[in-house]
Every structure is written in structure tokens, then in C-alpha cells.
């Protein structure tokens, strides 16, 4: 039986992701009175765990098996629409009235479209038009954005991620959706790896890492090619905005305490 190492924080989701974006979490999943992070090795939580408790949070270090998870994942997940697209957990596609319509199974990762960040991304792509154009999603998790892109009509969309696990929940999520022909997905570290290049790019994933990861994003968006960012808290933006420098945002919306963006590039 497969565990996740996690940590029950007494703290905000956003106070809580800040401190340990350089342990690089895998999900996060909400309680009453604490939040829940997973991360990819039980060293990672232990030493997330040495810094929240370093600032003041209580915190618990556990492991969680995997079937436990999916059992308490399937029970609470509810279809969320976002524009033409909905997302669904194993539901048939008749349904549901939107125009495209997304199975992605709840899985240890970000992104089945309940969590503002995806919503944001998700509706960013769909002011663009993918026609034929090609895309890189990095941090891919449970590849949802790859997978839409394809439904929206990009010519390709190749997910990439560090994580051996959310790659193969990627994997299991585009058998789920037979329509998608063009999607692809890679094991890759943004921090030390060459993206391919795309005409659009879309990375949701933290503050912190957006500021790192800058120059390889604009790097691997071809000219007068377009940038959706997520996983912004308001208080990171303008930093992330600087970061990003060489483009010029053009869309930007605030959820909850989250923000996205669209950055064009010359």
C-alpha cells in the first residue's frame, strides 16, 4: 500500500503554502480548523515541518495511504464549470450541457479544477485561441490543462512535471478522455531542465517558483507568444509581475486570495 507523507497545519492555506514552497507540496486539501499538505518524500515534509513549527504553526507529520485518499477525494467531488469547460470525476460526458466536458480522477495532485488556481488558468485559456498552436504546461499535475488545451483546439500540449506519480495520474487521466489525441507528458524539473518551446506556456504553481522559474518560462515561449500564470497569493504578485518583465500583462483576475495572469511576450 502506497503512503503520502503530509503535515495537518493549524494555519491559512495561503500562510501555510508560503512557508513551505521550497519543500515544493503536492496538494493540499482543506479542513475545518487545518490544512493538509502532501509532499513527495517524507524528507520534504519533515523539513516543512521543522519550518512551520520554526514560525510559530502547529503542525503534524503523517502518512496518509493511498486508498484512504481516493476514497475521501470520490466522496465530496462535485462537476465545476468554468466557461465552455466542465470537469468531471468519472461522469459520462452526456451529462453535462458545456460545450467540452473533462474527466480528471481525484488523484494526489493539483488540478482537478476545484481549486481556484486551476479555475483561473482554465478560464485564461479560453480567452486565447489555440488554433493550431502549441503548448508547454509545466508543473503539469494531473495534466488538466494540457488535456484542455487539446479539447481547445492546440495542434499539441506536453505536460511536464517532477513528480513520477502525478505524471502516471496524468497518464490515467488522458485514457479518461479518449477525445484528446495531441497531449504528451514528460519527466522534467523546470529548475534544471530546457523546456521545449511553445506558443503558449502555462505554469500553475506558486509564487516563489514563478519568481525562480522566470526567465526558463519567457525562455521557452516563442516570440509574440503568451504566458498564463497561477498559484499567485496577492501579496506575491508585484514581485511575480517584475519577474516577468520582458512581457506585458494583459488579463489578470483575483479569486478568493488568488491571482492569475496572462503575460504577452514581444
Avoid at 34 to 59: I, K, M, N
Wanted: glycine share 8%; proline share 6%; charged share 25%.
Amino acid at each position: 500500500m502506497k503512503l503520502y507523507p503530509a503535515l495537518d497545519v493549524c494555519a491559512a492555506p495561503d500562510a501555510a503554502m508560503v512557508l513551505v514552497d521550497d519543500f515544493s507540496p503536492t496538494a493540499l486539501e482543506e479542513h475545518a480548523a487545518t490544512v493538509r499538505l502532501f509532499f513527495g518524500s517524507p524528507d520534504a515534509r519533515d523539513a516543512a515541518c521543522a519550518e512551520l513549527r520554526a514560525h510559530g504553526y502547529d503542525s503534524a507529520p503523517l502518512d496518509v495511504p493511498d486508498e484512504d485518499w481516493a476514497r475521501r477525494s470520490q466522496e465530496n467531488l462535485e462537476p465545476v464549470t468554468v466557461g465552455r469547460i466542465t470537469v468531471v470525476p468519472r461522469a459520462p460526458a452526456s451529462s453535462h450541457e458545456s460545450a467540452i466536458t473533462l474527466t480528471i480522477l481525484p488523484s494526489m495532485g493539483f488540478g482537478t479544477g476545484h481549486h481556484a488556481t486551476t479555475r483561473l488558468c482554465l478560464e485564461a485559456l479560453q480567452r486565447l485561441d489555440l488554433t493550431g498552436r502549441t503548448l508547454v504546461d509545466v508543473g503539469t499535475g494531473s495534466g488538466i490543462l494540457a488535456i484542455a488545451a487539446d479539447r481547445l483546439g492546440a495542434a499539441k500540449a506536453i505536460g511536464i512535471d517532477v513528480d513520477p506519480d502525478a505524471l502516471q495520474a496524468a497518464r490515467d487521466n488522458l485514457a479518461e478522455n479518449p477525445a484528446v489525441s495531441g497531449v504528451e507528458f514528460r519527466l522534467a524539473d523546470v529548475a534544471d531542465a530546457r523546456l521545449p518551446r511553445a506558443d503558449v506556456v502555462t505554469a500553475n504553481l506558486t509564487g516563489a517558483l514563478l519568481v525562480r522559474s522566470a526567465g526558463a518560462l519567457m525562455d521557452a515561449t516563442a516570440p509574440g507568444g503568451l504566458i498564463v500564470l497561477s498559484g499567485i497569493l496577492a501579496e506575491e504578485r508585484d514581485e511575480v509581475v517584475r519577474a516577468f518583465n520582458r512581457g506585458t500583462i494583459t488579463w489578470e483576475k483575483h479569486e478568493d486570495e488568488w491571482i492569475g495572469l496572462l503575460v504577452s511576450m514581444p
